[in-house]
């Protein structure tokens, strides 16, 4: 980056002095201007060798509207490294356009350097920066907002992540945007999924072989810690592993060294380790099925990957970029038009984001080039019973998702007090919807478990044997407060 330049809005003389010295150590040339109105006076510059604007929160909050269309003046706008320790502003989420950047205070310099060096990127055409990067969980709700500032808050740091959520929720993806916002983006991003690989393989599959080790071990192997050397390891489905090879593993965590199967040779490794799992581990540590120690060692920086149906104003969002990705495929773009959209959006999606994206796979086989209707869904998906109310489009355009389950309820309050004498389970003459009607027994016995414990979260959880964290999740799902 020798001769690059930054432009520096900070009217602080102790925050620009200590930047200039970041940034001069780093052959990186400062200009420095205290607000908008000296470069507005010179009107807009980038050129070839500038990478970037480093802004920091007091100008963002009294020029940000005038920053945003002076970068946008520019003939090649450049990125915004924005110095705060609260993450992005609300401006970038309006300004898409233009690529930002979050660099906590205090300043540090091997994250300036990182961050500089994904600045760059961007300015050759090769983004890497959240809001663009192709790794980006996809999502705007409050629920998809806290999950990319937990990402960014954690990417610079080596320590260990734990991705929590059910199958299908985009687990993976995280791992790899939090690799790519690290230091180590420059460096092997190497999955393993534990649960797919057989119990007595694995060891070598992680730590490698050497020739002659074990019956078919016919050359030496390199392990998947040697091939991430420098970059992220990633351990999927961590709750599948073995106890033995927890142990093990557990080994590796503590002392940042392993030995191949058949070798007393001493391997030290530099490798980041993301586990993600479905399960619940902390059930599965009562169960005697994991230890206690390994879940410690990874479970410094949870990260919880919401559910599908908890984020429904995603869909929209959600549907474009997936058929987007499809369409640089083999597969021809396709189009869904409202009442299709209504139905995908009264689905709850046990399958999460990968059962959305299959099935717009198989639409956009069926439908190659056309517009999707509401009866061109799969019968599950047309049949799907209303969910709780979520906008999907902005004002002006906009069509709401909505369900009253009051009257279901009483129903089920009423079947549920006629169970103490012997509830006849005899089907209504019209039939029933099987899905809302166990909605609606389930919320009839929250409520009741949380009468009996006196509105206590904790005592509600043991009354329906679930954990506090899930029974959080399913008041929220039915919009209770305890």
Known sequence: MVDAKVLVIEPSDSQARMLDTLLRFLD??????????????????????????????ETVARHGAALVAYVRAMAQPLPVIYLSSTGLPKIAESSGDIAWFHLD?????????????????????????????????????????????????????????????????GKEMAARHIHELSDRAGHPFVPVNCGAIPADLL????FGHEKGAFTGALSTRVGRFEFAEGGTLFLDEIGDMSLQMQVKLLRVLQERSFERVGSNRTIRCDVRIIAATHRDLEAAILGGRFREDLFYRLNVFPLQMPPLRERLEDLPVLIEHLI????????????????????????????????????????????????????????????ASPAPTVT?????????????????????????????????????????DLKDHLSAIELGLIRKALEEADGTVAGAARLL?????????????????A
């Open 28 to 57: 990186i040339e400062p200009v420095q201007a205290r607000d908008l109105a000296v470069l507005r006076d010179a009107g807009p510059t980038a050129s070839a060798e500038w990478l970037a604007i480093l802004v920091g929160e």
């Open 465 to 481: 044997r679930m954990r506090r964290t899930t029974l959080v999740e399913k008041l929220r799902k039915y919009r209770l407060s």
């Open 105 to 169: 205070l205090p300043v540090k310099q091997r994250r300036l350097s990182a961050v500089l060096a994904q600045a760059q990127s961007v300015r050759s055409g090769h983004p890497t920066q959240p809001g663009s990067h192709k790794f980006r969980p996809s999502g705007k709700s409050r629920a998809m907002r806290a999950v990319h500032r937990l990402i960014e808050q954690v990417a610079p740091f080596d320590t260990n992540v734990l991705i929590l959520g059910e199958s299908g929720t």
């Open 324 to 383: 987007a990705r499809q369409s640089k495929s083999a597969h021809r773009p396709l189009r869904l038009d409202r009442d299709a959209m209504q139905c995908l959006a009264q689905n709850p999606w046990p399958g999460n984001v990968r059962e959305l994206a299959n099935l717009l796979e198989r639409l956009a086989i069926l439908f190659p080039d056309q517009i999707v209707g509401a009866a061109d869904l799969p019968d599950r998906y047309r049949g």
């Open 203 to 206: 060891e070598s599959e992680l």
């Open 392 to 432: 999907l489009w902005p004002a002006g355009d906009r069509d709401i998702v909505a369900a009253d389950m009051a009257a279901t309820a009483e129903t089920v309050r009423a079947a549920i007090a006629a169970g103490e004498e012997g509830f006849d389970a005899a089907l209504p003459r019209g039939g029933i």
